[in-house]
């Protein structure tokens, strides 16, 4: 699989409350197979988010986890957690295309309930903590993840949101000598 640039695209105003998969391309870096929202039904700016993913036996995952018994990994459910916290967090940033988003953490997981191909996780994640210092901004968020009316997962998230060239490999002494 190659690399490839995608373009720059106008992002949807940051007052809009749902997102389809163009507005979440428009957005996140993620693509197939990483991607896991399919669909945004709610936001409400630097507060709540609450995404869709439809779980198919299609997925990559799938294959190896486990072939007699298809279980979604619990990592992958964390993060879809942290895409969609991702999603709110981007809304707000007119320049992402120049971001990255990067984990800082992750606390409180729990998997409560094997997710299966056929389900439909409902992600609600909600903002915690918001701090910006110039060049950067963190985030703290809690995440909860339903199929129907059952909770099957939880985390907390952290993560920073970095100049994308903090992200591949410059240093933060690099960073400092361009000021």
């Known amino acids: 699989m190659t690399d490839t640039a995608h373009p720059a695209i106008a992002a949807p105003a940051p007052d809009k409350t749902t997102l389809d998969i163009i507005d979440i ?3 996140l870096p993620h693509r197939f197979p990483f991607l896991l929202i399919d ?6 700016r630097k507060q709540r988010i609450v995404a869709i993913k439809n ?12 072939p007699n018994l298809p279980i979604m990994p619990g990592v992958l459910i964390v993060e879809a957690i942290a895409q969609a916290g991702g999603a709110l967090l981007l809304t707000e940033i007119e ?7 990067m984990f800082t953490g992750i606390e409180r997981a729990k998997f409560r309930r094997p997710v299966v191909p056929g389900d ?3 992600i609600e994640v909600e903002l915690k903590n ?14 909860v993840v339903y199929v ?3 909770r099957v997962a939880e985390a ?3 993560c920073q949101l970095v100049d994308s060239g903090r992200g591949r490999g410059v240093t933060a002494e690099a960073d400092e000598s361009e000021s």
Request: net charge positive.
């Open 25 to 27: 391309f428009r957005i």
């Open 39 to 44: 669909r945004v039904i709610e936001i409400q």
């Open 55 to 66: 779980v198919t036996i299609n997925e990559p995952f799938f294959a190896g986890h486990f």
């Open 95 to 101: 320049d992402r295309n120049d971001k990255l988003i």
């Open 120 to 122: 439909q996780l409902r």
């Open 130 to 143: 918001w701090r910006s210092r110039p060049r950067m901004i963190a985030v703290r968020m809690e995440g």
């Open 148 to 150: 129907g009316a059952k």
């Open 156 to 158: 907390v998230v952290s």
